[in-house]
């Protein structure tokens, strides 16, 4: 989309979205937020939790970045972007659902995949990426043989286990899903067909959420 089309996208916003929903905008500047669900995806721009999940303002809690990653649990002099919304998340909004969504033809899990070719191209990519070792060395002794596109998905849905691996390593975060008063959610977008997978922590699998109920 040319940058020119996200201004006058605004316009037609205000004009029509803000000025028709001025009630709902004037409730969540009165009362705050109240999102029940924290979803953790990837800064592709395909992949947008608002347009999948038909989600209104104040309905989601929102973290982007590159392959919806979740790292450790750290407390360290860096800075913690993707830490600190998840703490805000947990902490002060009391979301009770922690959604990771992964998706195909992700470009981060390539830049993981590819890591060996790029390295030296990226001052930061390459080191991010670095928490997914994990899945990628799990799907390269799994599925040594298999074929790249195979290989690919299933490092994409490896990742998304790793990041919720990850979530169980914030205390806070496994103090509430002891206390029942949150659940984890790993979830699979399939950018080819529209369909949304959750990960079925009985089977281990990814299984299709149905469209029809």
Same mark, same amino acid.
């Given at each position: 989309m040319p940058f020119k089309n996200l201004i006058s996208g605004y316009r037609s916003f205000h004009k029509n979205y803000f000025g028709g929903g001025k009630k709902l905008f004037r409730t969540l500047v009165r009362d705050g937020q109240a999102p029940e669900t924290l979803i953790i995806s990837c800064s592709d /721009? @395909?992949?947008?939790p608002a347009v999948l999940t038909g989600s209104s303002p104040g309905d989601i809690f929102v973290v982007r970045n590159v392959a919806a990653i979740v790292p450790p649990y750290k407390t360290d002099s860096n800075h913690h972007g993707t830490s600190a919304a998840i !703490?805000?998340?947990? @902490?002060?909004?009391?979301?009770? #659902?922690?959604?990771?969504?992964? #998706? /195909?033809?992700?470009?981060?899990? @390539?830049?993981?995949a590819e890591k !060996? *070719?790029? @390295?030296?191209?990226? +001052?930061?990519? /390459?080191? $991010?990426m670095e928490i997914g070792n994990p899945a990628l060395e799990k799907v390269e002794r799994e599925l040594a043989g298999a074929p790249e596109s195979v290989k690919r998905r299933a490092l994409e849905q490896a990742l998304v286990l790793v990041s919720l691996g990850n979530l169980?390593?914030?205390? $806070?975060?496994?103090?509430?899903? +002891?206390?029942? /008063?949150? +659940?984890? #959610?790993? $979830?699979?977008?399939?950018? !080819?067909?529209? *369909?949304l997978l959750t990960h079925n922590p009985a089977s281990g699998i990814f299984e299709e959420i149905k469209t029809s109920a």
């Open positions: /721009s @395909r992949t947008d !703490e805000f998340a947990v @902490r002060t909004l009391k979301v009770k #659902h922690i959604v990771v969504m992964g #998706h /195909s033809f992700c470009g981060g899990c @390539r830049a993981l !060996e *070719a790029l @390295r030296g191209q990226y +001052e930061f990519l /390459s080191r $991010w169980l390593t914030f205390p $806070w975060i496994k103090s509430a899903i +002891e206390a029942q /008063s949150v +659940e984890l #959610h790993g $979830w699979y977008f399939d950018l !080819e067909s529209g *369909a």
